[in-house]
């Protein structure tokens, strides 16, 4: 019996990948929106670019993965000005590319107080868990052709308020997708 391309996809997730990815988010030691983005090691800056690194790789070309940025001003949840960066892989439909469907998980993590971000906040549930499963999606499904495009994002910002989604759909309402 030929399987159909869902059952193919979900044959194809591995749980051991997801959790390969999950232990390598939580390695960063912290993913705050505000931590370091120098680091090749630590912070937010080198999780993000581990993630579209590790996008770019399992695409095989077929994924259009770019980071999505601006700046957040200060406010109530964020001590300063801070870049916000996405992380965002497109996988092109071949009928009706303007029609798209969006999978998101946030990277970024915090401690106990949100504006921490020095201490340790691997956060492993919070949200390495969903950006691991949004990653191997988007691996697993780059193998594949659909009608309609793919985005699969890695947001950040979520625990500041929603930020870097928040940015991301406003775009893609003015670019009317």
Request: with cysteine; proline share 1%.
């Amino acid at each position: 019996m030929k399987k159909t391309q869902v059952e193919q996809i979900v044959k194809d997730i591995s749980t051991t990948r997801i959790e390969a990815y999950i232990r390598k988010l939580a390695s960063f030691q912290t993913r705050h929106t505000m931590s370091d983005t120098q680091s090749e090691t630590t912070g937010i800056g080198a999780a993000r670019r581990w993630i579209k690194i590790e996008l770019e790789r399992c695409g095989a070309g077929k994924l259009d993965v770019s980071f999505d940025g601006y700046v957040e001003p200060a406010g109530r949840r964020i001590g300063s000005a801070t870049e916000i960066v996405n992380v965002v892989a497109t996988l092109k439909g071949n009928i009706s590319s303007d029609r798209h469907y969006v999978v998101s998980g946030h990277y970024d993590s915090r401690a106990s107080d949100v504006m921490d971000a020095k201490s340790l906040a691997p956060g492993a549930n919070d949200d390495a868990s969903g950006t691991a499963a949004v990653m191997e999606m988007a691996c697993v499904m780059a193998q594949h052709k659909f009608d309609a495009t793919l985005v699969f994002m890695a947001v950040a910002g979520e625990e500041q308020g929603l930020f870097g989604a928040a940015h991301w759909a406003q775009q893609a309402r003015e670019k009317n997708l």
